[in-house]
């Protein structure tokens, strides 16, 4: 395929995707929501002179999401993982980064009088919510009984969603009679814009669940990073896949979402995902056709398009396409407000540690440890966990 690098030709691609997907009941989203790294695969060079705008327009992809979403969204994901097999992956995530992050907390000195948390894609909240349950809930663990004053900075460009956010917060507040020791600031913003108020190194911790892959660049981390002290924690749960790497991944989301019913062949389709095994299969249908044809789709890169480097990158790519088949089916049986995009800026785990300690981040023994803990306690190989990196002291 034909790599194109001027705007206008960029734009045309762009239009073409969604055209030859507009059969599926899973809306694709623009192809510039994929990461900067898989453009080429899409058809996209990114050079000097259109960087910057591929930034915006990847960015404005993005903000259609989040712009025409509400909190019913995450019920949306909720019931689609759990359906698939996976669980409710976000709240076991929203769990564990609850925990790490007490863990951290209960490591300051006794006199420290003030920690700042930044949740960085908030939503509706439960991300906050799952952290101030974790320091202050008795029944679960001794509660944080010390110092500091606790400021949530709750960073999330919806304001319907910050509102329901800072409600369930101000809930949690009476609940636990901790009026005092939580404050909450909202800010309705994209988190690199907000960030650029905390100059001097202003952010205890740093959180995000399932926000930061809503970028194709990251230059949001290097955002974060400044933002943070030194050897502060930023505490990422996310879902890590090759989906939308290649547009022949791509094809066999949409061919199993068309061919939902036939449960043979999806159960076959997967498990040749899982095992890493040439896709043998025959599927017959003109969208589909168009679609290969568009991205000069060979037999070899369908056949091949899931063989993934180790078992665990396997389960993920297998989880993840579990996941937007049931996401079509919801979406086949009833009128859903809140769209969700399968294009997104997904990528592997070891991808994702290179991009933070390019950006200023660094791995410890202690980060390291939790993360392996959490990939044990998931068992879907890659597919969603938490990781903590620490700002670098240089």
């Not at 899973?26 to 080429?40: E, K, N, T």
């Not at 599927?283 to 060979?298: D, H």
Request: hydrophobic content about 40%; some cysteine; overall charge neutral.
């Amino acid at each position: 395929m034909k790599l194109a690098s001027s705007v206008s030709d960029i734009e045309i691609r762009v239009n073409d995707i969604n055209q030859l997907t507009a059969w599926s009941p899973v809306p694709l989203g623009s192809i510039l929501r994929v990461s900067d790294y898989a453009y080429p695969n899409w058809g996209i060079r990114v050079t000097d002179q259109n960087r910057d705008w591929l930034y915006s327009a990847s960015q404005d992809a993005y903000s259609v999401e989040w712009k025409d979403t509400d909190p019913s969204l995450n019920a949306l994901v909720s019931q689609a993982s759990t359906n698939a097999g996976l669980g409710d992956v976000n709240s076991i995530m929203n769990q564990k980064i609850g925990d790490y992050a007490y863990d951290y907390v209960a490591g300051f000195p006794r006199n420290r009088d003030k920690c700042v948390i930044a949740d960085i894609g908030a939503g509706a909240g439960a991300t906050s919510i799952a952290i101030a349950k974790a320091l202050f809930d008795s029944e679960s663990r001794k509660p944080v009984s010390f110092g500091p004053v606790f400021e949530f900075v709750l960073i999330e460009p919806s304001s319907s969603r910050l509102a329901a956010a800072s409600n369930a917060i101000n809930r949690l507040k009476d609940e636990y009679r901790i009026p005092h020791s939580l404050h909450v600031r909202c800010i309705a913003s994209t988190e690199i814009a907000a960030l650029r108020e905390y100059e001097g190194s202003a952010i205890d911790i740093a959180v995000a669940n399932a926000s930061i892959h809503h970028n194709s660049f990251t230059d949001h981390l290097a955002e974060i990073s400044r933002s943070l002290k030194i050897g502060a924690s930023f505490i990422i749960g996310d879902w890590y896949d090759g989906l939308s790497e290649r547009p022949a991944r791509i094809y066999w989301m949409l061919a199993l979402i068309a061919k939902r019913d036939d449960a043979e062949l999806v159960s076959r389709v997967l498990r040749s995902i899982e095992n890493r095994e040439e896709l043998k299969m025959g599927i017959k249908s003109s969208e589909l056709k168009n679609f290969r044809k568009y991205f000069s789709l060979t037999g070899d890169e369908l056949r091949f398009a899931f063989m993934a480097n180790n078992p665990k990158q396997a389960l993920a790519d297998a989880g993840i396409v579990r996941f937007w088949l049931e996401v079509g089916k919801i979406f086949a049986e009833k009128e859903v407000k809140s769209p969700i995009y399968a294009l997104e800026g997904h990528e592997r785990v070891a991808a994702r540690k290179r991009s933070l300690v390019n950006s200023g981040f660094c791995f410890d023994e202690d980060s390291k440890t939790k993360y392996a803990e959490l990939s044990r306690k998931i068992r879907k190989g890659d597919l969603a966990t938490v990781m903590v990196a620490k700002k670098a002291r240089v």
